[in-house]
């Protein structure tokens, strides 16, 4: 019985089965994480009526989404209405079959992971602006012309900080990137110091723009509540709205994922012991919780930007420090093979 596990297809199958039911249960309970969070963040007690301390209360808001009937306002282009929630849904679950959990614990270990999660991640934009322009409603499209103005913005620094990581590691398979990182506390291997000293800037720029992309606070322009009532989901209800919620936290989890498998050591151990067998993935989930908890508290701190200093953030911060970084970088992986033949 056990044989049949191996063989590729079941294998694939079981995994993208196991990565649906983690996205499900990460969308519902990270939802009661921030309004909990929330809660004590500004003082007050959060939910905690269904279940003992609130734990119910995803299954609660599921029940309530799921009674719901879906409806399709007139006058809306009604194919693209119902295919944007699951244009929105589908990314994230492809994204995070390339994800090495653990040293074995991915379901496809692609050469190209990097690219293949950032050709996927893209479509998440395509999916948001669709839906806004499917809906007819003046607040859904000036939330989609937001979101993808948004994404052209941040998307360029992005991926200036993923080329500088691929100059220094030289892979763009995820599985292997990690591999790179094994050494002691902070993972001295992946931040290269002696080939670019502000790689650790590079990490807060790829965290700015991870909150950015995934359309959370203080960046959240595209569903501004004060100005845009929902923004791209204000005709979407029951269901549908929910696919969109749960999509929300599907790409936050991608996000710190891969922020956790590019800067952080992935399911490598950051005290060089406890490393090896089940330590790989609880390291990992760790890891990528506790990035979880920030990018929470960060929403929950600081109050929403206007849409032009959000822009201006992009083009003339952001961008400028990631091309110097990879200016540098490409300097120094030059000049650093001389210097060491020299002395």
Partial sequence: M????????VRILLYLVGICAFVGANAAYLVLAERKGAGRIQ????PNEAGYGGWL???ADGIKLLAKQIMVPPGTDALLFRAAPLMVMAPPLMCLATIPFGESLVAVDLNIGLLFVFSFGSINVMALMLGGWASRNKYSIISAARVV????AYEIPMLLVVITMLMVTGKLNLNDIVVQQAGWFWHW???KL??????PVTFVIFFTCMLAETNRAPFDMAEAESELVAGAFTEYGGMGFGVFFMAEYANIVVGCCLATVLFLGGWQSPIGVLSGGLWGPLWFLGKMYALIFTVIWVRWTFPRTQFYTLLNLSWKILIPISLFTLLLTGAMMKI???LTKLL
Avoid: K
Avoid at 2 to 9: K, M, N, Q, R, V
């Fill in 2 to 9: 056990l044989h049949y596990l191996t063989i590729e297809p």
């Fill in 43 to 46: 003082r007050r007690p959060g």
């Fill in 57 to 59: 209360q995803p299954v």
């Fill in 149 to 152: 103005s948004q994404s052209v």
């Fill in 189 to 191: 291997n992946l931040f």
């Fill in 194 to 199: 002696w080939v670019n000293p502000l790689m």
């Fill in 336 to 338: 650093m093979p001389i």
